[in-house]
T-cell receptor
Framework: DTGVSQNPRHKITKRGQNVTFRCDPI?????LYWYRQTLGQGPEFLTY????????KSRLLSDRFSAERPKGSFSTLEIQRTEQGDSAMYLC??????????????FGSGTRLTVV | GEDVEQSLFLSVREGDSSVINCTYT??????LYWYKQEPGAGLQLLTY?????DMKQDQRLTVLLNKKDKHLSLRIADTQTGDSAIYFC?????????FGTGTRLQVFP
């Protein structure tokens, strides 16, 4: 297992287009998280799944955002009708249960979205 | 509410010790974490401390926790140029990590 994998690494899109990102977590991890990181800021929580169930969504996750984890393995994050304010690094992380202590959260390298 | 604050920038000479500070608000946090982020990369877990501890040492890293003041620090001994990065503290909020804004550490020769 090579860790958490995110694709694509970079995405440039025109305003108004839809984009979809994929995250493949560590296989035995049942929790999967999405964070957004803008320049000069720390990661901000968007949503998380335990297995296939989406258990919490941040108020940052507007109606244009949707996340799925259909079989409890990989996850997708879709942004519809992208806006320039959506430009950010989208980070995925996975963990065992609540990710405490030694388990922590393992992060992927992120998908950098640029909306032009 | 949950809020984590850090100073934005720290510059140290190679070989000196670095101390990065963090304050948090959620007294119910079970664990507190330090992550490192290098340019263009994701976040790498450096170390963590359980909330009932006041100190943890891990090779060159020492974490100090003052639970009364909700203050966390990370000391890096013998700082090297490879330690240049952004360091984030994070508290374990309800089922998710809450991150600070990050401290950019610059190490000069």
């Amino acid at each position: 297992d090579t860790g958490v994998s995110q694709n694509p690494r970079h995405k440039i899109t025109k305003r108004g287009q839809n984009v979809t990102f994929r995250c493949d977590p560590i296989s035995e991890h049942n929790r999967l998280y999405w964070y957004r990181q803008t320049l000069g800021q720390g990661p901000e929580f968007l949503t998380y799944f335990q297995n296939e169930a989406q258990l919490e969504k941040s108020r940052l996750l507007s109606d244009r955002f949707s996340a799925e984890r259909p079989k409890g393995s990989f996850s997708t994050l879709e942004i519809q009708r992208t806006e320039q304010g959506d430009s950010a690094m989208y980070l995925c992380a996975s963990s065992l249960e609540a990710g405490l202590g030694d388990y922590g959260y393992t992060f992927g390298s992120g998908t950098r979205l640029t909306v032009v | 509410g949950e809020d984590v604050e850090q100073s934005l920038f720290l510059s140290v000479r190679e070989g000196d010790s670095s101390v990065i500070n963090c304050t948090y608000t959620d007294s119910s946090s079970t664990y507190l974490y330090w992550y490192k982020q290098e340019p263009g990369a994701g976040l790498q877990l450096l170390t963590y401390i359980f909330s009932n501890m006041d100190m943890k040492q891990d090779q060159r890293l020492t974490v100090l926790l003052n639970k009364k003041d909700k203050h966390l620090s990370l000391r890096i001994a013998d700082t090297q140029t490879g330690d240049s990065a952004i360091y984030f503290c994070a508290e374990s909020g309800t089922d998710k990590l809450i991150f600070g804004t990050g401290t950019r550490l610059q190490v000069f020769p």
